[in-house]
């Protein structure tokens, strides 16, 4: 694949036939993707991860637990002070991700964020995390003030919050979302089109994006975190075929300014809030996906915790 280069993050191992479920909830723990796409693939984990769902399962009672391990993983941490930046559209979940970062409690209903946010992971971490807010609006002074963070070296970690297109809209109806609604548009239709229409343009922002964090003086590494796992999880394959196929080639410029020994791209996905997608007026949009469930949100959620420590500290 041309202008991109997935770090494998998990151990997988291909085998024959799919590893028997150690339990009716686990029988859709099947995986369609190369090992480099923990989420996705023909290619089946090994027992450890069965394990570790298992484990994690256990754990899993609320939302605190998952925020906690957050918290845990970076209080580890007791070295310099890091800049963590975080970007994105608006209602992608960066301000979400910012939350549970911090452990901070996440509100249910969507806040739309109108200036930076700035979050310190606790009393004693030494890494903030900065969300902007993602409005294109307020993009011209927030975002060029965050950048420079990168382009001066003082951040050297960015993360890149997409959803699959699958953006708040509240505090609109579906039918009041101009350019995209059309007469006699259902729920599914519209988000047919919305989410494809978003989709562009998360790839815009990652054009808009590399052209700023291409002029990083240091090492820089990137991770695209695909939040609103719970929603797009039926899609997955398309999911996969998307981000490898139309969003990472556009890294390829990035890498060559900076240089391949100076570069990391990751991919990881999640769901960090888990609800059904509705709009302002209340309407169904999009449920989350029948066979998703606490096993898989805390696996990835932790995970994702986890990357972003080794981002920091390697």
């Not at 452990?103 to 109108?114: H, L």
């Not at 969300?131 to 975002?143: C, H, I, K």
């Not at 708040?168 to 579906?174: D, S």
Request: charged content about 20%; glycine content about 8%.
């Amino acid at each position: 694949m041309s202008g991109a280069t997935f770090t494998p993050v998990l151990t997988l191992h291909r085998m024959s036939h799919p590893p028997t479920p150690c339990c009716a909830s686990c029988a859709h723990l099947r995986w369609s993707v190369p090992s480099r796409w923990i989420l996705w693939g023909r290619w089946y984990a090994a027992p450890v991860f069965s394990e570790a769902l298992s484990v994690t399962a256990t754990a899993v009672k609320n939302r605190r637990v998952i925020r906690d391990a957050f918290v845990q993983l970076w209080s580890l941490i007791t070295r310099g002070h890091v800049r963590v930046v975080v970007f994105g559209s608006a209602g992608a979940g960066k301000s979400t991700l910012g939350a549970v970062l911090a452990g901070e409690e996440v509100p249910a209903e969507y806040e739309e964020s109108t200036r930076t946010e700035s979050y310190r992971l606790d009393a004693d971490s030494w890494c903030s995390v900065l969300v902007p807010p993602g409005q294109e609006g307020l993009r011209a002074s927030t975002w060029s003030d965050l950048s420079r963070y990168v382009t001066n070296g003082e951040s050297t970690i960015v993360l890149h919050v997409v959803c699959w297109g699958l953006t708040a809209i509240e505090p609109l109806g579906y039918r009041e979302v101009e350019g995209i609604y059309r007469e006699g548009m259902d729920p599914r239709s519209f988000v047919d089109a919305y989410s494809q229409h978003r989709r562009a343009h998360e790839i815009e922002t990652l054009k808009g994006l590399s052209s700023k964090l291409e002029l990083a003086p240091k090492k820089l590494s990137l991770l695209t975190v695909i939040t609103k796992q719970d929603l797009w999880w039926g899609q997955r394959e398309m999911v996969r075929v998307h981000y490898e196929t139309d969003y990472a080639p556009h890294l390829a410029s990035l890498r060559q300014q900076i240089g391949d020994q100076n570069f990391s791209h990751k991919f990881w996905s999640a769901s960090l809030l888990g609800k059904n997608m509705k709009d302002g007026e209340g309407t169904l949009l999009v449920p989350t996906a029948e066979g998703y469930d606490d096993q898989l949100r805390a696996y990835h959620t932790q995970r994702l915790s986890r990357m972003i420590t080794e981002m920091v500290a390697p």
